[in-house]
């Protein structure tokens, strides 16, 4: 089971940094690492993922050059570091674990776990 925690309540232009823990017997090392986000009336949605070395990252479009995806396997750790944040990013956020490469479909990922709540004020 995954856990996201770090979010809260900040101004626009502000930061923030999410990190998810990997709990029981999960060890995320095995896994290609993402965070989604579903805002109030929508879907899930992808926002970044990283690989099980971190040699590769993807990101969706309106956060790449904001946000920043990174992991630590030997804390069992993926966080997500987001700067530069807008209203729009006002969301909960959760992380998941996927075995697919390329796929950004939240079906694809397992392991949710409770999301943590981010708003943007404007």
């Known amino acids: 089971q995954l856990q996201a925690f770090g979010g809260g309540l900040v101004q626009a232009w502000g930061s923030l940094r999410l990190s998810c823990a990997a709990s029981?017997?999960?060890?995320?090392?095995?896994?290609?690492m993402g965070w989604f986000r579903q805002a109030p009336g929508k879907e899930r949605e992808f926002v970044a993922i990283?690989?099980?070395?971190?040699?590769?990252?993807g990101y969706e479009d309106s956060v790449k050059s904001r946000f920043t995806i990174s992991r630590d396997n030997a804390k069992n750790m993926v966080y997500l570091q987001m700067n530069s944040l807008k209203s729009e990013d006002t969301a909960v956020y959760y992380c998941g674990a996927t075995t697919i490469w390329g796929s950004r479909s939240p079906r694809d990922f397992s392991s949710w776990g409770q999301g943590t709540q981010v708003t943007v004020s404007s």
């Open positions: 029981g017997r999960t060890f995320i090392s095995r896994y290609l």
């Open positions: 990283i690989s099980q070395s971190s040699g590769s990252v």
